[in-house]
């Protein structure tokens, strides 16, 4: 019999806490499980938000993780829509919105992230962000009753959403304070490949300026206006300027936080108390680092690290890290951690035939490698270079689409 805590309360249902729970009952765990989470939604996957279903190529139920005789085969107790407002690390106590306090003898902590705003936001209709089920229902809805958005950020998110919204043949304007897209997170060389794709595709850029205010007109978001003064005309706009780590509700819990729950190497926030997912920071041994990963591969393989620890495993996570995007008919997987710093060169293939490998070295190693409509020879070379990853880095945050 595999040793066990005697409850395990998972709090946050989406694909870090059920890859929690499911990982639990595969390797042994019989003991009682609770999932707490916010949403009305059974579990749903949230690549596909801002391409199949923001697009209308799948109905939202497709998203759906798992059937519910999958769900009610974990033996678990799902409480759904119940926000969690307060915790205590020590008692390992959770206590919801509703006042309902729940308890377990191990907590993992799930809660992702909320997408960042501007100020009054709320009082304008017409105006977005893109995490949830019914935020991409709500899109949708919008880009089919007008013919111009605004996307406000060249990160992943930003990027995706406006190749899906171009894909219906809505007028598409992305303004972001970068001087290519995604270059923070695949630095200049195929950050402007990217740029000269989406320009290519119809998408009319504003790069390198801020944005200063929302127009409005009616009770109605109108267009964004620029400190340059030009004003962007819109039907819809989509905010895409990052997110933050759901923590709020941690605040006096005794846990420590930074740059979301703050976990030794084990994903280990306190005795008993784990953190998953995107709001999970941790020491990675190998780059000797702290990282927090936003993306839907590590919400998986983190998930298999902390379930086993919670069994006693006492296994570190060491992970190279990785995401993917698809935009158009291009689709980028990226391996380990490029940074625009990093020097990038063509190791296989030729941009100008849509198909490569880029390297990326920095200070003497290899850091990442990035494959676009090339898989195969990217995992190849993720394989020969990545294996051991250099150690000493600063801490950082590796951000992807939703």
């Given at each position: 019999?595999?040793?066990?805590?005697?409850?395990?309360?998972?709090?946050?249902?989406?694909?870090?806490?059920?890859?929690?729970?499911?990982?639990?009952?595969?390797?042994?765990?019989?003991?009682?499980?609770?999932?707490?989470?916010?949403?009305?939604?059974?579990?749903?996957?949230?690549?596909?938000?801002?391409?199949?279903?923001?697009?209308?190529?799948?109905?939202?139920?497709?998203?759906?993780?798992?059937?519910?005789?999958?769900?009610?085969?974990?033996?678990?107790?799902?409480?759904?829509?119940?926000?969690?407002?307060?915790?205590?690390?020590?008692?390992?106590?959770?206590?919801?919105?509703?006042?309902?306090?729940?308890?377990?003898?191990?907590?993992?902590?799930?809660?992702?992230?909320?997408?960042?705003?501007?100020?009054?936001?709320?009082?304008?209709?017409?105006?977005?962000?893109?995490?949830?089920?019914?935020?991409?229902?709500?899109?949708?809805?919008?880009?089919?009753?007008?013919?111009?958005?605004?996307?406000?950020?060249?990160?992943?998110?930003?990027?995706?959403?406006?190749?899906?919204?171009?894909?219906?043949?809505?007028?598409?304007?992305?303004?972001?304070?970068?001087?290519?897209?995604?270059?923070?997170?695949?630095?200049?060389?195929?950050?402007?490949?990217?740029?000269r794709l989406h320009t290519?595709?119809?998408?009319?850029?504003?790069?390198?300026?801020?944005?200063?205010?929302?127009?409005?007109?009616?009770?109605?978001?109108?267009?964004?206006?620029?400190?340059?003064?030009?004003?962007?005309?819109?039907?819809?706009?989509?905010?895409?300027?990052?997110?933050?780590?759901?923590?709020?509700?941690?605040?006096?819990?005794?846990?420590?936080?930074?740059?979301?729950?703050?976990?030794?190497?084990?994903?280990?926030?306190?005795?008993?108390?784990?953190?998953?997912?995107?709001?999970?920071?941790?020491?990675?041994?190998?780059?000797?680092?702290?990282?927090?990963?936003?993306?839907?591969?590590?919400?998986?393989?983190?998930?298999?690290?902390?379930?086993?620890?919670?069994?006693?495993?006492?296994?570190?996570?060491?992970?190279?890290?990785?995401?993917?995007?698809?935009?158009?008919?291009?689709?980028?997987?990226?391996?380990?951690?490029?940074?625009?710093?990093?020097?990038?060169?063509?190791?296989?293939?030729?941009?100008?035939?849509?198909?490569?490998?880029?390297?990326?070295?920095?200070?003497?190693?290899?850091t990442g490698v990035l494959?676009?409509?090339?898989?195969?020879?990217?995992?190849?070379?993720?394989?020969?270079?990545?294996?051991?990853?250099?150690?000493?880095?600063?801490?950082?945050?590796?951000?992807?689409?939703?």
């Open positions: 019999m595999v040793s066990h805590p005697g409850k395990v309360v998972i709090v946050g249902g989406s694909s870090a806490g059920l890859a929690t729970a499911e990982a639990l009952r595969r390797q042994g765990y019989e003991g009682a499980l609770t999932l707490l989470d916010a949403e009305r939604h059974l579990p749903y996957d949230r690549p596909p938000l801002s391409k199949q279903v923001l697009t209308g190529a799948w109905d939202p139920s497709r998203t759906q993780l798992r059937s519910p005789e999958h769900l009610a085969s974990l033996d678990a107790e799902f409480i759904r829509a119940e926000p969690a407002v307060m915790c205590d690390a020590g008692e390992r106590a959770v206590t919801t919105d509703t006042g309902r306090v729940v308890r377990g003898d191990a907590l993992v902590i799930a809660t992702g992230l909320r997408p960042r705003t501007l100020p009054d936001q709320d009082e304008l209709a017409g105006i977005h962000v893109l995490r949830t089920l019914d935020d991409a229902v709500a899109l949708r809805r919008d880009l089919a009753a007008g013919r111009r958005l605004v996307v406000v950020g060249e990160g992943v998110l930003g990027a995706e959403i406006a190749a899906s919204a171009r894909g219906m043949g809505v007028e598409v304007t992305l303004a972001g304070f970068g001087s290519v897209l995604l270059g923070s997170q695949v630095g200049g060389m195929v950050g402007d490949l990217l740029t290519e595709r119809g998408v009319d850029l504003r790069l390198g300026v801020a944005v200063e205010a929302l127009a409005e007109g009616g009770g109605r978001v109108c267009g964004v206006r620029l400190v340059s003064g030009e004003v962007l005309p819109a039907d819809a706009v989509v905010l895409a300027i990052g997110a933050r780590p759901v923590t709020e509700w941690l605040e006096g819990s005794g846990l420590t936080l930074g740059d979301g729950v703050e976990c030794d190497a084990y994903c280990r926030a306190a005795p008993g108390v784990y953190a998953v997912g995107d709001a999970a920071s941790w020491h990675h041994e190998r780059l000797g680092r702290r990282l927090r990963l936003e993306n839907r591969t590590n919400a998986t393989e983190q998930a298999q690290t902390v379930a086993a620890n919670l069994l006693g495993a006492e296994r570190p996570y060491i992970p190279t890290p990785y995401f993917w995007t698809d935009q158009y008919d291009a689709k980028l997987q990226v391996h380990g951690l490029p940074t625009p710093a990093a020097e990038a060169r063509i190791a296989e293939g030729d941009p100008s035939q849509g198909r490569f490998v880029a390297v990326y070295r920095e200070h003497g190693g290899v494959g676009w409509n090339m898989p195969k020879q990217a995992r190849l070379l993720r394989q020969k270079h990545l294996a051991a990853p250099r150690v000493g880095q600063p801490a950082a945050t590796v951000r992807s689409a939703p």
